[in-house]
């Protein structure tokens, strides 16, 4: 049973809620929007645009999908909420998203020239700033921008906006493509197509068609096969069965490899569609790229465990690796439980970081019962209290209990290959004092094998995933990948060609 994979419902939701942020026409009735994933639908949004006596515009995004994983469903709903005021300058922002059973809130106040955020799991808060310059559009104002542009095909323009999963201002660039027709809502749509494309979401279009007022009628990431529509109320609202992540996620390759979580060491030949792999992956004391193929690189990969008596105490004081030392609201370090756990599970380390963590590891992959899909992505504390969770469950609850007690954590996201295929995971990497080293608390076997391959790394500053979501989001259903060679209690298996 694949119980340990994660098919990326973190990452779609980073899709979905950048879809969710992009400017709509300012309507004073509702806009509801199909949302489907690889063709598949997977819920909704539901828009209303109000402007008060006053002349302030809010406009309102209420989401809510439903993925399937297996035999688990998995729920994300969410709303966002923009305000500006009547001249169209932005005033706040208010997100809510509901990924397991907290829900996580972040609240924007707009300054002359910072952000003041506020982000909080229902009962911790943490607060930062973010610089700004010049002018931030939401997404009236945005609107506006697009129809005093004229929508005239081959023109170029830009603009700057909040993007709420990264918590920082974001350039997106727009090309109009030029007029289109379609067919939506049983009628034929005179729009315009434009493409949008983001400096935080390199190498990844956003495609909308919009008619002369500004109003979307469609909108797709053709990288991830992701669009959402106009549609009725009914539509929106029917039930509908959900689309099965397993099946739309997973990487074909050429071989079951035997013996998966002994291999040691593996070559693959990985590609992307319509990109550069060399750009996405990263080079490491695991994997390095050996050479080049016509579709696209050679990777080794191999188990890498420290060398004795090179790794360093704990607990480690450094400043350069003060990200990777503190909590956050998806890593409650300060909550009594965690700290508890975290301290009683390293006993016996001699404060060996590399033991600790090898400790802190087995102990997640014994302590949480239910390994389930059907957790969207929960925090760490409550994954503790609730002892279920699939891979980034168990990611999360190592990384923050690995930190309680001073050991440098990241996450990582990738891949990993079971019964024949590879599949979206996350695993942990700890620094040892020579090294960033990785471990599996989904698997708990102590070092990772060869079969897990590194996409993206991440600190989760402020509790933010969007760098691990977005390390997915660029090879998603565009990764090709395979098996060259791989090796087990020191027999190499050459693999057949494709």
Same mark, same amino acid.
């Given at each position: 049973m694949n119980m340990w994979i994660r098919s990326t419902p973190a990452a779609l939701a980073v899709a979905a809620a950048l879809l969710a942020s992009a400017a709509t026409a300012e309507d004073l009735g509702d806009t509801w929007f199909e949302t489907s994933l690889a063709g598949a639908a997977m819920g909704y949004m539901h828009e209303t645009v109000l402007r008060d006596a006053d002349g302030q515009t809010t406009t309102t995004v209420e989401s $809510?999908? +439903?993925? @399937? !994983? #297996? &035999? $688990?469903? =998995? %729920? /994300?709903?969410g709303v966002d &909420?923009? =305000?500006e005021s009547p001249d169209g300058q932005p005033r706040s922002y208010r997100q809510t998203r509901k990924m397991a059973v907290e829900t996580l809130e972040l609240e924007v106040t707009v300054g002359p020239d910072r952000l003041r955020l506020r982000k909080s799991d229902g009962r911790d808060a943490v607060f930062s700033t973010v610089p700004h310059e010049g002018d931030v559009l939401f997404p009236a104002a945005i609107v506006a921008l697009h129809v005093s542009q004229g929508f005239v095909a081959g023109s170029e323009y830009s603009f700057r906006t909040f993007d709420p999963d990264f918590e920082e201002i974001t350039t997106y660039a727009v090309r109009v493509v030029g007029p289109e027709r379609l067919d939506i809502l049983g009628e034929i749509r005179d729009v315009t197509k434009l493409v949008l494309t983001s400096d935080l979401y390199e190498g990844m279009e956003f495609i909308e068609w919009r008619d002369s007022d500004g109003g979307l009628w469609r909108e797709e990431v053709p990288e991830i096969e992701m669009a !959402?529509? @106009? +549609?009725t109320s009914d539509v929106a609202l029917r039930e509908r069965e959900a689309a099965d992540l397993l099946v739309v996620s997973t990487i074909a390759t050429?071989?079951? /490899? @035997?013996s998966t979580r002994e291999v040691d060491d593996a070559l693959y030949e990985v590609w992307v569609e319509g990109g550069d792999i060399s750009e996405l992956l990263i080079e490491d004391t695991r994997q390095r790229i050996e050479g080049t193929t016509d579709? #696209?690189?050679l990777l080794r990969v191999s188990r890498a465990v420290p060398k004795l008596g090179t790794t360093i105490r704990f607990p480690v004081r450094s400043t350069p690796l003060k990200d990777y030392l503190d909590g956050n609201p998806l890593m409650q370090t300060w909550y009594p439980r965690l700290l508890g756990s975290a301290a009683k599970t390293v006993w016996? %380390? &001699?404060q060996d970081s590399w033991q600790g963590a090898v400790q802190i590891e087995r102990f997640v992959f014994d302590y949480i019962e239910d390994k389930g899909l059907g957790v969207g992505f929960a925090s760490a504390r409550e994954v503790l209290e609730r002892? %279920? #969770? $699939?891979?980034s469950e168990h990611a999360v609850l190592m990384a923050a209990m690995a930190r309680a007690v001073a050991i440098p954590a990241k996450v990582v996201s990738g891949i990993v290959h079971d019964h024949g295929e590879f599949a979206y995971h996350m695993w942990v990497e700890v620094w040892t004092g020579e090294a960033w080293h990785a471990l599996d608390p989904t698997i708990g076997e102590g070092s990772v094998d060869a079969t897990h391959i590194k996409l993206a790394e991440s600190a989760i500053p402020a509790g933010r995933v969007a760098e691990l979501s977005l390390g997915i989001l660029r090879v998603f259903n565009r990764l090709g990948i395979r098996v =060259?060679?791989? +090796?087990? $209690?020191? &027999?190499?298996? !050459?693999a057949p060609a494709q």
């Amino acid at each position: 049973m694949n119980m340990w994979i994660r098919s990326t419902p973190a990452a779609l939701a980073v899709a979905a809620a950048l879809l969710a942020s992009a400017a709509t026409a300012e309507d004073l009735g509702d806009t509801w929007f199909e949302t489907s994933l690889a063709g598949a639908a997977m819920g909704y949004m539901h828009e209303t645009v109000l402007r008060d006596a006053d002349g302030q515009t809010t406009t309102t995004v209420e989401s $809510d999908f +439903t993925m @399937r !994983r #297996g &035999e $688990d469903l =998995v %729920s /994300i709903r969410g709303v966002d &909420e923009w =305000v500006e005021s009547p001249d169209g300058q932005p005033r706040s922002y208010r997100q809510t998203r509901k990924m397991a059973v907290e829900t996580l809130e972040l609240e924007v106040t707009v300054g002359p020239d910072r952000l003041r955020l506020r982000k909080s799991d229902g009962r911790d808060a943490v607060f930062s700033t973010v610089p700004h310059e010049g002018d931030v559009l939401f997404p009236a104002a945005i609107v506006a921008l697009h129809v005093s542009q004229g929508f005239v095909a081959g023109s170029e323009y830009s603009f700057r906006t909040f993007d709420p999963d990264f918590e920082e201002i974001t350039t997106y660039a727009v090309r109009v493509v030029g007029p289109e027709r379609l067919d939506i809502l049983g009628e034929i749509r005179d729009v315009t197509k434009l493409v949008l494309t983001s400096d935080l979401y390199e190498g990844m279009e956003f495609i909308e068609w919009r008619d002369s007022d500004g109003g979307l009628w469609r909108e797709e990431v053709p990288e991830i096969e992701m669009a !959402r529509e @106009r +549609t009725t109320s009914d539509v929106a609202l029917r039930e509908r069965e959900a689309a099965d992540l397993l099946v739309v996620s997973t990487i074909a390759t050429n071989v079951a /490899i @035997r013996s998966t979580r002994e291999v040691d060491d593996a070559l693959y030949e990985v590609w992307v569609e319509g990109g550069d792999i060399s750009e996405l992956l990263i080079e490491d004391t695991r994997q390095r790229i050996e050479g080049t193929t016509d579709r #696209g690189v050679l990777l080794r990969v191999s188990r890498a465990v420290p060398k004795l008596g090179t790794t360093i105490r704990f607990p480690v004081r450094s400043t350069p690796l003060k990200d990777y030392l503190d909590g956050n609201p998806l890593m409650q370090t300060w909550y009594p439980r965690l700290l508890g756990s975290a301290a009683k599970t390293v006993w016996g %380390s &001699e404060q060996d970081s590399w033991q600790g963590a090898v400790q802190i590891e087995r102990f997640v992959f014994d302590y949480i019962e239910d390994k389930g899909l059907g957790v969207g992505f929960a925090s760490a504390r409550e994954v503790l209290e609730r002892l %279920s #969770g $699939d891979c980034s469950e168990h990611a999360v609850l190592m990384a923050a209990m690995a930190r309680a007690v001073a050991i440098p954590a990241k996450v990582v996201s990738g891949i990993v290959h079971d019964h024949g295929e590879f599949a979206y995971h996350m695993w942990v990497e700890v620094w040892t004092g020579e090294a960033w080293h990785a471990l599996d608390p989904t698997i708990g076997e102590g070092s990772v094998d060869a079969t897990h391959i590194k996409l993206a790394e991440s600190a989760i500053p402020a509790g933010r995933v969007a760098e691990l979501s977005l390390g997915i989001l660029r090879v998603f259903n565009r990764l090709g990948i395979r098996v =060259v060679e791989y +090796t087990v $209690d020191g &027999e190499t298996v !050459r693999a057949p060609a494709q």
